[in-house]
């Protein structure tokens, strides 16, 4: 269990065997090393202790990139941490000397309703009606009405170069583009590219990915005796899951309770091989809610989903791979932008700010 309030922080709590502000104080005497980027892991277990390591990076990193801390990188993924370590030698000391430089809030989204809105009813996830998919769907709409075009469900097989300009080649035609932004993820991107930059496809390729499984499970009634968002497994339990979420807690649906069980990741091929079945899959998210929150009857409805590289795994030099390929993209002139969830976040948000940033290049 992480802590959630303050005072957690100072008592302990199982599997810790010692309250968290007792590791945190052990940033204050451990040495720095100097370096250019490490794992998460390795980093955290440096200034805080095996135990913060083991039983809050691992399973964080497990809840959002389905990712082992071992290979994960510190600089990608907790930039500002890395970044005051080197300079002042501890991450505490740091923070509290380096606080002028923390990132502040942009003041034209402060200003903006949605944000007053999440800002005032504090929230921490959001969702929408219909599934994020609406959110994609109503941006097709509304583009469509300012005359935007959309081709969908038309692969980009090719990028060529003529002149300054760019050839989009899908299966059936050839697009001229003065600019492009490319949202593909970067394996995808990589051979479409190859024939313009063998070097920047090869960079591109070489950003790896992690399968997921999803299982969605639904039980008649109110079955969670603790609410919460859900939780997360490290990997070091004897475990083939990486966590369960609560749907139903987050976000109430009348009387029943949703369940969603994410397995594999990293672990995917090692625990479940090539070509698992629905039904070995569907077993384990079962027997998951069966010994871990006792739920021992059948679900109602369920769905399994097999989410194939969906994942970037930002590893150890990720933040190097993306600069060159920037570089390389400046250098060899080409009008090309490179967004989405590859580079500079996994997350929804990220990727809306990724487009964001993409734009305002322009
Ligand atoms: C158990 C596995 C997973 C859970 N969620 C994901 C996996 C692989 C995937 C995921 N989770 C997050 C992101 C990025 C943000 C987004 O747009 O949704 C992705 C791709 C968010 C996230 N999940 C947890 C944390 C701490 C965060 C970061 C939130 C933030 O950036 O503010 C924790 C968490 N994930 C899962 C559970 C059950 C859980 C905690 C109990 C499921």
Redesign the pocket.
């Known amino acids: 269990m992480l802590p959630n309030n303050l005072k957690t922080v100072f008592t302990k709590n199982p599997p810790f065997s010692k309250p968290l502000a007792i590791s945190a104080l052990s940033d204050f005497s451990a040495k720095k090393v100097i370096n250019t980027d490490e794992s998460l892991f390795s980093f955290v277990n440096r200034r805080f202790g095996l135990e913060v390591a083991k039983y809050a990076i691992d399973p964080?990193t497990?809840?959002?990139?389905?990712g082992n801390a071992r290979d994960l990188s510190v600089t990608s993924l907790a930039r500002r941490m890395h970044d005051v370590e080197q300079q002042y030698g501890s991450i505490l000391i740091g923070l509290l000397k380096d606080r002028k430089n923390a990132e502040k809030a942009d003041p034209v989204l402060s200003k903006s309703k949605l944000v007053k809105q999440a800002k005032k009813e504090k929230w921490a996830v959001w969702s929408l009606k219909g599934g994020l998919e609406s959110f994609v769907e109503v941006l097709e709409e509304k583009l469509m009405q300012e005359g935007v075009e959309f081709r969908r469900n038309t692969p980009v097989l090719g990028i060529k170069r003529s002149g300054s300009n760019l050839v989009i080649q899908t299966d059936k035609e050839e697009l001229e583009v003065e600019k492009a932004i490319s949202c593909l993820p970067s394996n995808t991107l990589s051979p479409v590219i190859r024939s313009i930059s063998p070097e920047l496809s090869r960079l591109l390729g070489s950003i790896p990915y992690v399968t997921?499984c999803v299982v969605n499970l639904e039980y008649p009634g109110h079955l969670l005796n603790e609410p919460?968002?859900?939780?997360?497994v490290p990997s070091s339990q004897p475990n083939k899951v990486?966590?369960?979420?609560f749907d139903t807690c987050t976000f109430p649906q009348g009387d029943k309770t949703i369940l969603t069980v994410?397995m594999g990741?990293y672990w995917f091929k090692t625990l479940f091989g090539d070509n698992p079945s629905d039904e070995s899959l569907l077993d384990v998210a079962i027997n998951e809610v069966k010994e871990t929150l006792k739920i021992s009857i059948k679900p109602v409805r369920h769905k399994i989903s097999i989410l194939t590289d969906c994942?970037p795994q930002y590893v150890v030099g990720h933040s190097e791979i993306v600069f060159n390929s920037r570089k390389l993209v400046k250098d060899l002139k080409l009008p090309l932008t490179l967004a989405g969830n590859s580079y500079d976040g996994?997350?929804?948000?990220?990727a809306i700010m990724s487009a964001k940033r993409a734009v305002l290049s322009l």
């Open positions: 964080l497990r809840g959002v990139f389905a997921v919460a968002f859900g939780y997360l990486l966590g369960v979420i994410m990741g994942i996994v997350g929804v948000n990220d």
